[in-house]
């Protein structure tokens, strides 16, 4: 048996004729820029998050990007964010110029550590950026009341975390900016790349609109340095399309969750706490043990298609290494990066394949004898 994380078709329901004839004609006659398209997604995903603004962009890297440029931060601002989370985040801070400051996790809810945030804070720094890992709301009250008590802004990574909640309102709307992603792995998904900025502001919003477009505020007046970075109509429209089944999906991501930490339990194995109040919309279901890389070469050879989320922490990226961090600095993000392992999630995740990668990791511990670690990834 085979178990993949993705199944695109699934996605697109039984009927996507329609859709794919619409897409035909948006390319035969060239309406894939801006259109109609892109400004119906924005207002239909601003109604379902409950926020003023949705501006659609081309990434979530460049929803950060261009987050950071709306609120003037660059050169001589520190911006903190946490050592366990995707490259993007980071990079995009120093994309802008600006000096990423960062924290370590908090465990168990691999979420940033706040007494940290407020012990690195400086004259220098302008705004912190939480991320909703794993599809879990990062602890936002808190958040925003450093924030406000330091006088910072708050960027939100929602690139896990659509529909995400915390007593019913959504992750990506509670700072200044929210920023999400579509890549075709994340929960809403579109078929390439694409992205969008929320805010609740009408002075942002236009700054970001203006940004998005190379500056224009009218066509071939540039008033601004900007970017080329429209969210593409064709994938407005594919997005249109899933939208109405999030919900159902996250839900379904949940029950799937729920199974999981039910038949695992009693095994060497802990999640990432859940607290209530809380809407994890599991983009990713991490197990934690000490035994992770031989429970992911158990799980592949069995057709699992286990993977590890993150394997370095971003201290340790080469790419970042002219920042002058040091292995140990951030010990729980090292340790997270050491023992976390996605299990494979997806709306229609079916009860065979549940029951197939619970027995495979049970196996793992009941009928196997101890095997030297297998590093796939240092
Ligand atoms: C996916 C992701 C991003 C970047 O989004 P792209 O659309 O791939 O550029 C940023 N932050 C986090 C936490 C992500 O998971």
Redesign the pocket.
């Known amino acids: 048996m085979r178990v993949e994380r993705y199944n695109h078709p699934a996605q697109f329901g039984s009927d996507p004729a329609p859709l794919f004839d619409e897409i035909r004609e948006m390319i035969l006659y060239g309406k894939t820029i801006l259109t109609e398209q892109v400004s119906r997604f924005e207002n239909a995903f601003a109604d379902y998050l409950g926020t003023a603004h949705v501006v659609g962009v081309n990434?979530?890297?460049d929803a950060?990007v261009i987050a950071l440029r709306a609120l003037e931060i660059g050169a001589g601002d520190e911006v903190i964010t946490q050592a366990n989370?995707?490259n993007?985040?980071v990079a995009a801070i120093r994309l802008v110029g600006a000096t990423p400051v960062l924290v370590d996790a908090e465990e168990p809810s691999f979420q940033m550590d706040l007494q940290q945030v407020e012990s690195v804070i400086s004259s220098a720094t302008r705004a912190i950026i939480p991320?909703h890992l794993y599809g879990k709301a990062a602890p936002m009250m808190r958040v925003l009341s450093i924030a406000n008590r330091f006088g910072l802004a708050v960027i939100e990574?929602a690139?896990?975390a659509h529909g995400a909640r915390i007593s019913g309102r959504a992750a990506g709307t509670f700072g200044e900016i929210g920023c999400f992603?579509f890549?075709p792995s994340?929960n809403l998904a579109a078929a390439g790349?694409a992205?969008a900025i929320v805010t609740d502001s009408d002075v942002l919003a236009h700054k970001i609109r203006r940004l998005r477009e190379l500056g224009q505020s009218e066509q071939n007046n540039h008033v601004t340095l900007g970017l080329n970075s429209k969210l593409d109509a064709i994938q407005a429209r594919i997005l249109s399309w899933k939208l109405p089944y999030l919900d159902e999906w996250n839900r379904a991501r949940r029950r799937v969750a729920d199974q999981y930490r039910e038949r695992l339990r009693d095994l060497p194995i802990t999640f990432q706490a859940v607290t209530s109040g809380e809407e994890h919309v599991y983009h990713l279901f991490q197990i934690r043990t000490e035994r992770r890389d031989e429970i992911l070469g158990h799980l592949k050879q069995s057709g699992v298609d286990a993977v590890i989320r993150y394997p370095t922490p971003i201290h340790l990226q080469p790419a970042f290494a002219d920042c002058g961090w040091m292995p140990g600095e951030f010990p729980v993000a090292e340790e997270l990066a050491r023992t976390l392992l996605c299990l494979p999630i997806r709306p229609d995740l079916s009860t065979d394949e549940l029951d197939y990668v619970c027995d495979t990791i049970r196996q793992f511990f009941t009928k196997r004898a101890a095997v030297p670690v297998l590093r796939y990834v240092s």
Request: charged share 20%; proline share 0%; aromatic share 6%.
């Open positions: 990434s979530g890297t950060l989370t995707f993007a985040t991320v990574d690139a896990q992603s890549h994340k790349d992205g």
